[in-house]
């Protein structure tokens, strides 16, 4: 009698964290008008509660691991969708290199283990009773996205100030392209070399900290000099000359859109010398840090 071989097999089914099915019901259709932009840095306390008067579009770029944040209540209609078994409270948890959305009139609490650090948009969102919605996660981790997206925010922070319609129109993209299942962009352009995409989603990271280019290579698994023909291809610069660029562009936005100290500044641009500060702002810029401010 031939011998019977029973084989069992073992399936591995990933569900997602019930959090991650938390959705806002967006007028997407509607272009969005900001109220406020910037970025702002929260810790000092460890509760924060909230009740938005606007849409809050969150960034978070630098928490510190234990944060979350949970929904307290929802304003009456049907702006925001909860898993079926969810109650409120409903606490979710954030992480860096995420977004967040919630509609106006949610109650919020934020539960914070340091400072930690987002950029945000406030806004309203015109809408009818029959307005076309689209669902748009309250929470999302984006990878290798964030990085992309956060510049493409950022550019619509600068535009506000002397265009808010052009800094609208950067918004309501940057929403369309949240609501995407796959992700767009320059970030996702085929012709960026996939060693750039990681090396720029590292530094944005952690512009905050040192940042040495034989360590940044050693962990994109390749040379210092293959990194660094690829920036000067790229970029027309080099690794440092890059990192340097992307520190200033942040310390600028920094003085333009918070009242943070210019100490304070410096040191999350990863520059915590006072007079290096300067002096490479002025190299860059051709101001002083209290001149861009003003």
């Known amino acids: 009698m031939a011998p019977i071989h029973i084989y069992w097999y073992t399936i591995n089914i990933v569900i997602p964290p019930l959090w991650q099915s938390a959705t806002c019901l967006a007028p997407l259709h509607n272009r969005p008008r900001i109220h406020l932009c910037g970025i702002t840095t929260h810790g000092l306390r460890g509760v924060e509660d909230y009740t938005l008067d606007w849409w809050s579009l969150h960034m978070h770029h630098a928490y510190k691991p234990g944060a979350t944040v949970t929904l307290m209540s929802l304003p009456p209609g049907l702006p925001m969708q909860l898993p079926a078994d969810a109650r409120l409270p409903f606490t979710i948890p954030i992480e860096n290199g995420s977004f967040s959305l919630f509609p106006v009139g949610s109650v919020l609490r ?11 948009v406030l806004f309203h969102w015109p809408c009818g009773v029959n307005a076309k919605r689209t669902s748009l996660r309250a929470m999302q981790p984006l990878g290798e996205r964030f990085a992309g997206l956060n510049r493409s925010l950022e550019e619509a922070f600068a535009m506000a100030a002397t265009n808010r319609l052009r800094a609208e129109i950067r918004l309501w993209d940057f929403l369309w392209q949240l609501s995407q299942d796959q992700p767009v962009g320059p970030w996702r352009d085929p012709a960026i070399h996939p ?3 990681r090396a720029y989603t590292i530094i944005d990271f952690h512009l905050s900290r040192p940042l040495v280019v034989s360590r940044l290579a050693r962990e994109l698994d390749v040379s210092h000099n293959h990194l660094l023909r690829l920036f000067r291809e790229h970029q027309g610069t080099t690794v440092l000359g890059y990192i340097r660029r992307q520190r200033v562009l942040r310390a600028k936005h920094l003085l333009r859109f918070t009242s943070l100290p210019i100490k304070e500044i410096a040191q999350q641009v990863g520059i915590p010398d006072l007079h290096h500060f300067n002096k490479t702002l002025r190299r860059e810029t ?9």
């Open 195 to 197: 060693v750039l995409r």
């Open 110 to 120: 934020y539960k914070f283990t340091g400072r930690s650090s987002h950029n945000f």
């Open 286 to 294: 051709g101001k002083s840090p209290t001149a861009l401010r003003r």
